[in-house]
Nanobody
Framework: QVQLVQSGGGLVQPGGSLRLSCAAS??????????WSWYRQAPGKQREFVASIDFTGKKIEYENSVKERFTISRDNTKNTLPLQMDNLQPEDTAIYYC??????????WGQGTQVTVSS
């Protein structure tokens, strides 16, 4: 079973940067991860897609409002999923979740990390 543990996040001023990371364990050939993703949920809103990267690293997608500001990547040697967030704005304030969808169609989620952008 895949387990995801998140780190990073916190409080930053508008225009600042933060880096989130998601460490995966339990990934095997039988349940390899096809797609890694980041989602976020702001207070009073539904969880929304932020970014994703496939297992080849070649297919990367971003939600429109974070394009040119956020960068998703993978570190296969460490089995981690970093999300670099630059030029953060108050509307980026949310709880951020990493997610993994396996070849078996199962979805796994990290515990969530608070990101607050405020002056």
């Amino acid at each position: 079973q895949v387990q995801l543990v998140q780190s990073g996040g916190g409080l930053v001023q508008p225009g600042g940067s933060l880096r989130l990371s998601c460490a995966a364990s339990g990934v095997t050939l039988d349940n390899m991860v096809l797609t890694w993703s980041w989602y976020r949920q702001a207070p009073g809103k539904q969880r929304e897609f932020v970014a994703s990267i496939d297992f080849t690293g070649k297919k990367i997608e971003y939600e429109n409002s974070v394009k040119e500001r956020f960068t998703i990547s993978r570190d296969n040697t460490k089995n981690t999923l970093p999300l670099q967030m630059d030029n953060l704005q108050p509307e980026d304030t949310a709880i951020y979740y990493c997610s993994a969808r396996t070849i078996r169609g199962a979805d796994y989620w990290g515990q969530g990390t608070q990101v607050t952008v405020s002056s």
